[in-house]
C-alpha cells in the first residue's frame, strides 16, 4: 500500500521533473531562464478560460408585465393640481375705474394713487395720448408677429434708436414685456459654468433669467459692498480658471424689493479690479435718477460704456409697456437670435414704441419733471419719517418710498397681515392708496417686507401731506397692540 | 413625419458642410487679424463666445436681410415693407426711405384684426383716452382697471372656462405659469415640438420634462406607462402629479393637434391637460373657440386652457383658463400676475371688441364671415399649393401652411424672389426648425380675397419652378388650368 503510494508519488515528481527539464521549460527568453514558468503559466491560462466559459451568476431579469403596469397606473393617485384655497388666496386687489393717475376712481370716489410706477406723471399726458392715437391709427392694435417675421414695424426701429441716443449707448433692443426683457437677455449671455454674482434683493424677473442660464450663482448681502468685494474675492482666489469663464455681476439699480439705491461707483471699482462685467437693471431709475433722468449711471458720475449690459422696463416712468436692453452693438446683435424673449414672442405693440419715443421726448423736454419728482420724495420722505413702528427703509432719493415694521412679528404672514390691514385702511378711511410687497411662492428674496409708495411728479404737496399724516394716524392705531 | 428626398438631405448636408467649411476658415483669418490688432479686452472671456455666435456671423447674416423686414403699415393683407440696402456683405442693413407695397403672407393676422376695424379701433382709441396707455403697476397692486375685469370675463366665456386669467404677454403666460403649477417632484410630458415658451416654463419649474414624439398619442401612452411605473428617477418615489402640454395648431408644422385621443389617454392615467391655444384661438371652429370646438372635446376635460391675444385678435398678451379655484390660485401667486405691469389698456379693449366681433355681440355677421373666410381661403390655398407639387404640412382647416425647402440656398433665393414680386412670405431656418428642414410659412387671413390668393400662387408657382421646391409631381387639374390662364 505503503510502497504503491510512494510510486505514484515518485512517478509524478519524475513526471514534474522531466516537464520542468524539458528543452522547452530551459528555454532561455532575452536572456532569461523560465524554468518551470511556462507549465504554471499553463495551467493557470486553462482556468482561467474554464472559469471564464462558466456562466456568471445573473439574477433573473423580470421586467414588469402590462399587467402590472396596468396595475401601478390604476394605483397612481396624483395630487390635485393646487393647494387647497386658503383664505388669503382669496384676495381681490381694488378695482380702478378711470386711468391709474395720481387721482384715480375707486369704489366711485377719487383716491389718491401711490400704487402705480408713474413716476413722471406721463399717465394722461397729451402729448403721449396724441402720439398713442395716431400710432394706433395708423398700424393697428397688435404687431401680428415676431419681430424676424414682419413684427418689425418702423416704430420699433425709431424707438430703439431713441433710447440708444437719449444713452449715448450704441444701439439699444427692445422688448415686448418688462417682466421678459431681464429674464431673456441673461440667459442669452451666461450659460452653464458661467459665474453670476447677484445681490440677494433682486426681483423675480432677474431671479428667473438666473435659474433659465445653469451659471454658477453666488448672492452677496443686499446692497453691501464689503459683502460683494469678499466674494469677488473668493470667487477670484478660489477658481484659477475663473478667467476663462465670463462672469457678471447683476444688481438693480433701484431695489423694487427694498428702494435702496446700488452704489454703482463703487461696484464700477470693484468690476474693473476683479474684471467682471456688470448687468445693471435700471427698470425704476430709468428717466429717474440722474440730472437729465438717464438712469444710475448719470446719478454716479460713471460713463455708461463701463456698464456692459443695461435693461429696463418701460412700464414705469416712460408710462408705456415692454422694456429695453442697451449696451454695446456687439450686445444687442447677439439677442437679436439668441434672446428667447425677443425672437419667440410677438413684438410690441406700435403704438406703446411710439408712445415710449414721445415720452422721452418729453422728458427731455421737460426737466423740470425731476425736479419736481425729486421735491416731492423729499417732502414725503419728511412726513413719513418718525412714524411710530414703521421705518423708512429706502434711499432718501429713490422714487419707491419703502416702509416697513420696525419690529417684525417673526413671520413674513403675519407681517404682511399687518401692513395690509394699514394699507387697507388708509384706502377705505382715508382714500390713499398705498399697496404692500406682495410676494410670489416662487420668488426667493428674503428681505422684509413693507409697504411701497411709489412718488410721481404729478402728485401735489397737498397730497403727499395728506397721505403722511393720514399713514401716520393708521399706523399709530394699526400698531398700538403691536409694539 | 417629413420625409427629406435622399439626395436632397445629401446635398442639403453638402451645403451645410461648405457653409461651415468657409465659415471656420473665415474665423481663421479673423483670429489672425485679431491677434495682429489685440486691442480687445484683457482678463474678460468674450461676451460671445466663438461657437454661439458662429452660425450668426457666418450663416444667418448672409441671409439676414430675409428675415426681421421692417414694414411701414399695420399688417394687413397688403402692408409697405420698407427696403433696406447694406454696404458691407450683409452684416448691417440700413433701412432706406424707399417702400414696397406687398402682399403679406407672413402675419398671425388670421381674422384680419391687425388693421383698423371699424368697431374695434374707435373703442380701443376711447379706453387709450380714459385709460392711458398704461397702468404702470402689476394687476395685484394698482393695475387692475374695469377694463381688465371686463376682458377675464369675457375670455373665459368665450373659450368655455369658468374663469380666466390674463398677463401682458403671451410668452410670459407660459413661462410664468408652469413653474407655479409644477415643481420638483413633478413630471411634464411635452410635444417635442412645442414652443419655446413652454420649454422655458418647463425648465424654469424644475421639474423632470420628458419628450414624446410630436403629436403621436400611442407614444404618450407608452411614455405615460413608463413613468407612472417607473416613478422618480433614482427614488423611484411616485411622482407628484404629470402635466402633458400640447398646442393647438403647431406654428412650425401647420398640424392640428390630436386633442380627442390625448385627451383621453390623460384621463386614463389622470394626467393633467394643458393646451396651448396660442395659433389656434380665434383661428379655427366654428364660431372661433379653437381646436376644442373644431375637434369636439369638452372644455372641462382640458385642465389648463392657455392662448395668446398676438394672432387672431390683433392685440397682445396672453391668458390662462381654467376652474374657478386655479385662477384663484395662479392670481394669488403668479409673478405674471404679482411682478408685471398688467395688458395696457387699449389692447385689452382690442380684445374684447375682437371676441364680441366675433361672437357677433356687434350686432353684424362680420365675425361669422371672417370665420367662414379663413376657413375657405385656407383649405383653397392648401388644396392649390398641393396640386402644384409643393411639399405642403399641416392638416386641412389650418391657417398655417408650412412649404418644405431643405436647402439652406433656397431660403434667400425664395424669399427674395417672392419679394421682388411683391409677396412677403416667411422663411423660417435653424432656430427655429431642425437644421436640414428648412419651410417657408405662409399665415392665410381672412382678410385675403381671392384675388389675393390667386395672385399670389401664380407667383409662389412661378418662383417655385425657379428654386426647385416642386418636390412632388405637379396634379393637373381644373384649377391649376384656371391658374395658368390668368397668367
Known amino acids: ?483 | 413625419m417629413i420625409t427629406i428626398p435622399y439626395l436632397t438631405a445629401l446635398s442639403t448636408y453638402f451645403s451645410y458642410g461648405l457653409l461651415f467649411a468657409f465659415g471656420q476658415l473665415r474665423d481663421f483669418f479673423r483670429k489672425i487679424i485679431d491677434w495682429w490688432q489685440s486691442g480687445d479686452l484683457q482678463g474678460y472671456a468674450p461676451i460671445c463666445l466663438g461657437l454661439e455666435d458662429f452660425y450668426i456671423r457666418r450663416l444667418y447674416n448672409r441671409i439676414q436681410d430675409c428675415f426681421g423686414r421692417p414694414i411701414s403699415s399695420a399688417p394687413d393683407a397688403w402692408f409697405d415693407v420698407v427696403e433696406r440696402y447694406s454696404n458691407d456683405n450683409n452684416k448691417t442693413l440700413k433701412r432706406t426711405s424707399k417702400i414696397s407695397r406687398c402682399l403679406n403672407l407672413g402675419s398671425y393676422n388670421y381674422l384680419g384684426f391687425a388693421a383698423s376695424d371699424e368697431y374695434c379701433t374707435p373703442r380701443a382709441i376711447e379706453s387709450l383716452k380714459k385709460f392711458s396707455p398704461s397702468t404702470c403697476s402689476s394687476r395685484v397692486d394698482g393695475g387692475t382697471t374695469t377694463l381688465h375685469k371686463e376682458l377675464e370675463e369675457c375670455v373665459a366665456n368665450f373659450v368655455g372656462k369658468p374663469d380666466a386669467m390674463v398677463t401682458g404677454m403671451g410668452y410670459v403666460t407660459n413661462s410664468a405659469i408652469l413653474p407655479v403649477l409644477i415643481g420638483k417632484g413633478g413630471l411634464i410630458i411635452s410635444d417635442s415640438l412645442n414652443h419655446n415658451s413652454i420649454v422655458n416654463g418647463a425648465r424654469g419649474s424644475g421639474a423632470t420634462v420628458r419628450v414624446f414624439q410630436h403629436n403621436t398619442p400611442s407614444h404618450l401612452e407608452k411614455v405615460l406607462r413608463e413613468q407612472i411605473s417607473e416613478g422618480q428617477p433614482r427614488t423611484h418615489r411616485p411622482w407628484k402629479k404629470i402635466i402633458v402640454i400640447v398646442e393647438g395648431i403647431y406654428s412650425m408644422e401647420g398640424e392640428l393637434c390630436q386633442l380627442p385621443e390625448i385627451v383621453a389617454i390623460c384621463k386614463k392615467y389622470k394626467a393633467y391637460v394643458y393646451l396651448d391655444e396660442a395659433h389656434s384661438i380665434g383661428a379655427v371652429g366654428k364660431t372661433g373657440r379653437g381646436v376644442c370646438e373644431l375637434l369636439g372635446v369638452d372644455t372641462a376635460d382640458v385642465d389648463i386652457m392657455m392662448g395668446t391675444f398676438t394672432k387672431s385678435f390683433g392685440s397682445c398678451g396672453g391668458y390662462i383658463a381654467g376652474s374657478k379655484e386655479v385662477i384663484q390660485y395662479l392670481k394669488y401667486t403668479c409673478p405674471a400676475h404679482l411682478y408685471a405691469t398688467s395688458v395696457s389698456p387699449p389692447a385689452a379693449q382690442q380684445i374684447i371688441s375682437a371676441i364680441k366681433v366675433i361672437l357677433g355681440e356687434d350686432g353684424t355677421s362680420r365675425g361669422a364671415q371672417k370665420l367662414a373666410r379663413i376657413r375657405e381661403n385656407s383649405n383653397f390655398f392648401r388644396s392649390e399649393l398641393q396640386k402644384m407639387g409643393f411639399e405642403v404640412l399641416g392638416d386641412n382647416d389650418s391657417p398655417v401652411m408650412p412649404i418644405m425647402l431643405y436647402n439652406p440656398a433656397k431660403i434667400p433665393a425664395f424669399s427674395r424672389e417672392c419679394l421682388k414680386q411683391n409677396v412677403a412670405v416667411v422663411t423660417v431656418a435653424f432656430p427655429a426648425t431642425p437644421l436640414l428642414l428648412a419651410r417657408a410659412r405662409i399665415c392665410i387671413s381672412a382678410s385675403h380675397t381671392k384675388e389675393d390668393l390667386l395672385r399670389a400662387l401664380e407667383v409662389i408657382s412661378r418662383v417655385g419652378d425657379l428654386v426647385g421646391i416642386k418636390y412632388f409631381p405637379a396634379e393637373p387639374s381644373k384649377q391649376e388650368t384656371n391658374v395658368i390662364k390668368l397668367e
Request: glycine letters at 8%.
Open chain 1, 1 to 483: 500500500m505503503a510502497s504503491s503510494f510512494l510510486n505514484i508519488v515518485n512517478a509524478t515528481l519524475d513526471w514534474v521533473t522531466a516537464t520542468l527539464d524539458a528543452p522547452s521549460s530551459r528555454a532561455i527568453v532575452f536572456g532569461v531562464p523560465i524554468g518551470g514558468h511556462l507549465f504554471v503559466e499553463v495551467l493557470l491560462f486553462l482556468v482561467i478560460v474554464f472559469l471564464l466559459s462558466q456562466k456568471s451568476y445573473k439574477p433573473p431579469k423580470r421586467p414588469l408585465t402590462e399587467k402590472e403596469i396596468d396595475e401601478l397606473c390604476e394605483e397612481w393617485v396624483p395630487e390635485s393640481l393646487i393647494p387647497p384655497i386658503t383664505e388669503e388666496m382669496q384676495y381681490e386687489p381694488p378695482v380702478l375705474e378711470s386711468a391709474a393717475g395720481p387721482h384715480a376712481i375707486i369704489n366711485g370716489k377719487e383716491v389718491v394713487n401711490f400704487a402705480a410706477a408713474n413716476y413722471l406723471g406721463l399717465i394722461g399726458h397729451e402729448k403721449l395720448l396724441e402720439s398713442c392715437t395716431s400710432a394706433l391709427e395708423k398700424y393697428g392694435v397688435g404687431s401680428c408677429g415676431p419681430r424676424g417675421f414682419y413684427g418689425t414695424i418702423d416704430v420699433h426701429l425709431d424707438c430703439e434708436a431713441r433710447i440708444a441716443k437719449f444713452l449715448g449707448t450704441p444701439d439699444s433692443i427692445v422688448y415686448s414685456y418688462g417682466l421678459s426683457t431681464m429674464f431673456s437677455a441673461i440667459p442669452a449671455f451666461c450659460k452653464k459654468g458661467d459665474i453670476i454674482v447677484v445681490d440677494e434683493g433682486v426681483h423675480w424677473g432677474i431671479q428667473n433669467g438666473l435659474y433659465l442660464s445653469r451659471s454658477t450663482i453666488v448672492y452677496f448681502k443686499h446692497n453691501d459692498m464689503e459683502s460683494l468685494r469678499n466674494t469677488l474675492e473668493k470667487i477670484t482666489l478660489k477658481n484659477q480658471r475663473a478667467k476663462k469663464l465670463r462672469r457678471y455681476i447683476v444688481v438693480e439699480a433701484v431695489y423694487q424689493n427694498s428702494g435702496q439705491i446700488a452704489p454703482l461707483d463703487e461696484i464700477v471699482k470693484l468690476k474693473e479690479k476683479y474684471r467682471f462685467r456688470v448687468v445693471l437693471d435700471e427698470s425704476n431709475s430709468f428717466g429717474v435718477l440722474g440730472k437729465a433722468g438717464r438712469g444710475l449711471t448719470e446719478f454716479c458720475g460713471v460713463p455708461v460704456e463701463k456698464i456692459d449690459i443695461i435693461t429696463a422696463a418701460m412700464g414705469h416712468a416712460l408710462a408705456t409697456e415692454g422694456g429695453f436692453c442697451t449696451g454695446s452693438a456687439r450686445v444687442t446683435d447677439h439677442q437679436r437670435l439668441s434672446s428667447s424673449g425677443y425672437v419667440f414672442s410677438a413684438s410690441l405693440p406700435p403704438y406703446l414704441a411710439s408712445g415710449a419715443i414721445t415720452a422721452i421726448d418729453v422728458l427731455e423736454e421737460n426737466p423740470d419733471l425731476i425736479t419736481k419728482l425729486k421735491k416731492n420724495i423729499a417732502v414725503l420722505w419728511k412726513g413719513l419719517s418718525g412714524i411710530l413702528g414703521l421705518s423708512l427703509a429706502s434711499n432718501p432719493e429713490s422714487p419707491i418710498v419703502f416702509l416697513r415694521l420696525e419690529k417684525s412679528t417673526g413671520s413674513v404672514k403675519s407681517d404682511l397681515q399687518l401692513l395690509e390691514d394699514i394699507s387697507d385702511r388708509l384706502l377705505k378711511e382715508y382714500s390713499i392708496f398705498v399697496v404692500t410687497s406682495k410676494r410670489s411662492t416662487l420668488d426667493k428674496c428674503r428681505l422684509p417686507v413693507g409697504i411701497r409708495l411709489f412718488v410721481s411728479a404729478a402728485h401735489l404737496e397737498s397730497d403727499l401731506l395728506k397721505a403722511s399724516e393720514s399713514l401716520k394716524r393708521v399706523a399709530d392705531s394699526v400698531l398700538k397692540d403691536h409694539i
